[in-house]
C-alpha cells in the first residue's frame, strides 16, 4: 500500500550520513540525489531492490514540519479518482494529476494536503 515516505530535514547530508552509516548494515543506501529547492539537496534511499522508499529533502520555506505519504495506486484511473474525491471533499490539491518525468517516465501522481498539513500522494508507476 506504501509507495515512499519521505521527511523533512534540517541538513539532507548529516540525515543521509546517519541513516547510511546507521541502517547501512540493514541494506540501506542512496538510490539516487538531485537539487531540490533553491539548490537543497533531495536523497532518495533504498534496500536491495534499488527503488528508492525513503526519501529525506529540506524543510518547507515557512518552517511548518511536513511528512510526505505516498500510496501506491493500481492504474492512471485510480490516482484520477483521488483527485476526484479530493476536489470533492474540499481538500487542497497541491499537484493535480499528471506525468512527473523528473521523477521517472511513467510516474503518475496527485498530492493533496491532509487536515494536519502534509503532503499525502496517490501514484502510479506506469
Do not use: C, K
Amino acid at each position: 500500500m506504501l509507495d515512499h515516505i519521505s521527511l523533512q530535514v534540517a541538513d539532507v547530508a548529516t540525515s543521509v550520513a546517519f541513516y547510511e552509516q546507521v541502517f547501512g548494515p540493514a541494506g540501506l543506501r542512496v538510490i539516487m540525489q538531485f537539487p531540490g529547492r533553491d539548490g537543497m539537496p533531495v536523497a532518495g534511499l533504498g534496500g536491495p531492490d534499488g527503488q528508492p522508499r525513503f526519501w529525506l529533502g529540506p524543510g518547507r520555506p515557512d518552517g511548518v514540519p511536513e511528512t510526505h505519504i505516498a500510496f501506491a495506486a493500481p492504474d492512471r484511473a485510480a490516482v484520477d479518482a483521488v483527485h476526484a474525491a479530493a476536489v470533492a471533499a474540499g481538500v487542497e490539491v497541491l499537484h493535480g494529476p499528471r506525468e512527473f518525468p523528473e521523477y521517472h517516465p511513467g510516474y503518475y501522481g496527485v498530492f493533496v494536503r491532509d487536515p494536519d498539513g502534509n503532503n499525502v500522494e496517490a501514484v502510479h508507476h506506469g
